[in-house]
């Protein structure tokens, strides 16, 4: 069992004034609507409706944020989340590029965006998630070079893998390894950007996915009162 699966809905905001002012990391899920971004966190935390996922992408104009720690699997719902006890957040961001939004909205969401994953110190690393049959859009290299700067990592998703054969998820793979690769640091060195193949649909790339996010994250860590000699087994997955 992930620690990811305790997620549990904390708050939905609009501005950035009112981002949560807990000094926990957290990790933000970016990328087109309907790029796979709701089903997958919903997977990843193993809970059918956290995210909003549609067929009706767009729909999710806020940054919704999701605590981890601070409740337990199996807590109801309306019980309330402990926020002293809280590990990290999950941050799902509005998906870019929807086309039926208007032209000052779309710019009010591409702002506030770009503005977030800039500015917001308690971001530890950044989720893209990708449509592997068509990845790396216009909107996805903008997304990569305003977080580019901030020198944090990225770990990139092709999303929906299941509907490419191996030969063509092979390629992709290496494809955006190669596009991953030519971003580099003022000395030459390259970025902290990594890449999987992944199908919520099959489950594939699932147990990656988790310990990729659980690891930029620090969840790893052993508890702050754990005994020392305790260490060194992890948990089963
Ligand atoms: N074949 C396939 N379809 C998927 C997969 N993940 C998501 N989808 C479908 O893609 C559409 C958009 O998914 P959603 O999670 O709402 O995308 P979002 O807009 O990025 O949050 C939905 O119809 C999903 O069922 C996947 O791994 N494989
Ligand atoms: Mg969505």
Redesign the pocket.
């Given at each position: 069992m992930s620690l990811l699966w305790q997620a549990r809905f904390f708050t939905t905001i609009d501005h950035l004034r009112d981002l949560p002012s807990f000094d926990v990391p957290e990790i933000a899920f970016a990328?087109?609507?309907?790029?796979?971004?709701?089903?997958?966190i919903n997977l990843l935390c193993n809970q059918k409706k956290l995210?909003f996922?549609?067929?009706t992408?767009g729909r999710t104009q806020h940054i919704n944020y999701f605590s981890l720690g601070g409740s337990h699997v199996g807590q109801h719902r309306k019980d309330a989340t402990r926020v002293d006890e809280i590990r990290a957040f999950l941050v799902d961001l509005p998906?870019y590029g929807y086309a039926e939004v208007s032209g000052s909205a779309k710019h009010h969401w591409q702002e506030l965006l770009g503005r977030y994953v800039q500015m917001r110190d308690q971001l530890v690393a950044l989720v893209l998630?990708m449509d592997a049959r068509r990845p790396f859009t216009d909107l996805d290299v903008e997304m990569l070079e305003w977080f580019a700067p901030t020198g944090k990592p990225i770990h990139c998703l092709l999303?929906?893998a299941?509907?490419l054969n191996r030969s063509e998820s092979t390629n992709a793979l290496r494809l955006a390894r190669t596009v991953l690769s030519s971003y580099v640091d003022e000395s030459g060195a390259p970025l902290p950007f990594s890449v999987q193949l992944?199908?919520?649909?099959k489950r594939d790339g699932l147990e990656e996915a988790d310990a990729s996010i659980r690891a930029l994250l620090g969840l790893d860590a052993p508890a702050e009162d754990a005994a020392p000699e305790e260490s060194g087994d992890s948990p089963a997955e």
């Open positions: 990328g087109r609507s309907n790029a796979g971004k709701s089903t997958a995210a996922a549609s067929k992408p998906g998630i999303s929906k299941d509907k992944f199908s919520a649909l």
